[in-house]
């Protein structure tokens, strides 16, 4: 079965570009989350999804994130306009409550550069 | 703040040994708690979940909870250099559906 997909793999972009991630999360999954990771702050939830409504976006860092889920199988993570503090690794994960309770699958992730 | 707390580490034991990886969380509701592995440059990978007092067993991996004392902690048996990983420790709250709160992580070094 395919887990979790993300792309691109790497971006690399110049500051003031917009930036567009994507996430296909596991088929049946009901849970979608995005989350950044940093060697200073670690692994922090951005936002999630449950059936394709935003449940809470209050890891958002600022208006220059969004995010959007507009079906079952494709989300996407927008920063416009891109800054090199938003140089990190970002992850999307998926779950199933109805079957395995909270854990959570994770995408190989977007390793993203802003210069 | 509901937080997860972990050592950082690195964490250094030689192989064969047993590692400890120890983690304390702040939300005495909790009721999920797991542990992921992660290699560097790669994506965490689930290990064990757990959910009740006591410890949880797979393979190499024990996972203990001691709810009482807000404790959750992963042992690995027969160390192996490729166990050699950051491992997130992550406690879903009460009442916040599915949400998962990850500690830092404890760099576990393996040596031969």
């Known amino acids: 079965d395919a887990g979790v997909i993300q792309s691109p793999r790497h971006e690399v972009t110049e500051m003031g570009q917009e930036v567009t991630l994507r996430c296909k999360p596991i088929?049946?999954?009901?849970?979608l989350f995005w989350y950044r990771q940093t060697m200073m702050r670690g692994l922090e939830l951005l936002i999630y999804?449950?059936?394709?409504?935003?449940?809470?976006d209050s890891g958002m860092p600022e208006d220059r994130f969004s995010a959007k889920m507009p079906n079952a199988s494709f989300s996407t993570l927008k920063i416009q306009p891109s800054e090199p503090r938003d140089s990190a690794v970002y992850f999307c994960?998926?779950?199933?409550?109805?079957?395995?309770?909270?854990?959570?699958?994770f995408g190989p992730g977007t390793r993203l550069t802003v210069l | 703040q509901k937080e997860v707390e972990q050592n950082s580490g690195p964490l250094s034991v030689p192989e064969g040994a047993i590692a400890s990886l120890n983690c304390t969380y702040s939300?005495?509701?909790?009721?999920?708690f797991f542990w992921y592995r992660q290699y560097s440059g790669k994506s965490p990978e689930l290990i064990m979940s757990?959910?009740?007092?006591g410890d949880k067993e797979d393979g190499r991996f024990t996972a203990q909870l001691n709810k009482a004392s807000q404790y959750v902690s992963l042992l690995i048996r027969d160390s192996q250099p490729s166990d050699s990983a950051t491992y997130l420790c992550?406690?879903?709250?009460?009442?916040?559906?599915?949400?998962?709160?990850f500690g830092t992580g404890t760099r576990l070094q393996v040596t031969l």
């Open positions: 757990i959910y009740s007092n």
């Open positions: 994960a998926s779950s199933d409550t109805g079957a395995a309770g909270d854990e959570q699958f």
């Open positions: 088929s049946g999954h009901d849970y």
């Open positions: 939300d005495r509701g909790s009721q999920s």
């Open positions: 999804f449950n059936n394709n409504v935003p449940i809470d």
């Open positions: 992550a406690v879903k709250n009460t009442g916040t559906a599915s949400k998962l709160t």
